[in-house]
């Protein structure tokens, strides 16, 4: 009895409307699932007698109408099936990823094993807010990383070489900032205007544009919801082991400092915000941090 009370406590429990039933949100990093955990949620959905599965916002799968009595069995059933319960309260929640470089073409950095790493070491670590961790591998931002607690954005900033442009304005037709014009018979980048989302050097027919590499943009602060609210850039840095030590300093720095019953938006200030961008840029190896536009 008291393993079923600790189950229902968990934050991947989710008590219905009518009481008498509840749903269980899965856990499953970016929403990468394999056929065999598919097939075996399936199952698990059908032995219970669930009435659907149903595909969330945070790439998990929840399966409704679940016996409150049954949790013990059920939570053991999806442990077995890699799909164990999940997280939804004052917690790191499931960390959401787009395809990233293994499928889309405007990818910028792999951001499957990014979030995979994230959520190995900080997967529902209990703290004062809910923590949402989402990562874009370009600045197209399909998942959203500006309007979640913490935001990853993979980016690579364009680099010409003197003197070898063509200027046959392929980059002009692809940028869709505006960001770079042909002056004089060469490409020419403004880079106030420039995204570095690297469409420009895929684009170039001859190869002429070079990447200085890839970075990640961290922001911290974004919510969704009736009042959303973008997210402030914090840091920039150039490898994806930093950008894991980075996210895992700033959950616990809110788990010291931030108060519950509040939005992490609505505390910026609260949880000294200029301060933590400070130490995270004592912290992190010169080498490591992009200072670029």
Avoid at 188 to 199: E, K
Avoid at 271 to 283: G, V
Wanted: net charge positive; glycine share 10%; charged share 25%.
């Amino acid at each position: 009895m008291a393993r079923e009370i600790a189950i229902h406590m968990r934050g991947g429990v989710i008590t219905e409307r009518d009481p008498q039933y509840c749903t269980i949100r899965t856990r499953i990093p970016a929403g990468v699932i394999s056929p065999r955990m598919l097939r075996g949620l399936a199952d698990i959905a059908e032995k219970y007698q669930a009435p659907h599965l149903h595909l969330t916002t945070r790439q998990t799968l929840e399966i409704p109408g679940m016996d409150p009595g049954k949790l013990g069995e059920i939570a053991a059933a999806l442990d077995g099936n890699g799909t164990p319960i999940g997280s939804e309260r004052d917690e790191v929640v499931n960390v959401t990823a787009c395809p990233g470089i293994s499928r889309c073409i405007f990818a910028n950095i792999d951001s499957i094993s990014l979030a995979r790493e994230i959520d190995s070491r900080l997967f529902g670590r209990e703290m004062p807010v809910k923590i949402r961790i989402s990562i874009s591998a370009c600045p197209n931002a399909c998942t959203s990383p500006l309007l979640n607690e913490i935001g990853i954005v993979g980016r690579i900033a364009p680099v010409r070489t003197p003197g070898v442009c063509t200027g046959c304005g392929t980059c002009v037709e692809y940028c869709k900032e505006g960001a770079i014009s042909i002056k004089k018979g060469v490409s020419v980048l403004d880079p106030s205007r420039c995204m570095q989302c690297g469409t420009c050097i895929r684009s170039c027919p001859f190869n002429l544009l070079k990447s200085a590499g890839e970075h990640y943009l961290i922001s911290i602060g974004g919510r969704r919801g009736r009042h959303p609210r973008v997210g402030r850039e914090l840091v920039a840095v150039r490898t994806p082991k930093a950008v894991v030590d980075i996210v895992e300093f700033i959950v616990q720095w809110v788990y010291r400092r931030a108060w519950s019953g509040r939005l992490l938006s609505e505390q910026l200030e609260d949880i000294q915000f200029e301060r933590l961008r400070d130490e995270i840029r004592e912290k992190v190896a010169p080498s490591d941090l992009y200072e670029g536009n």
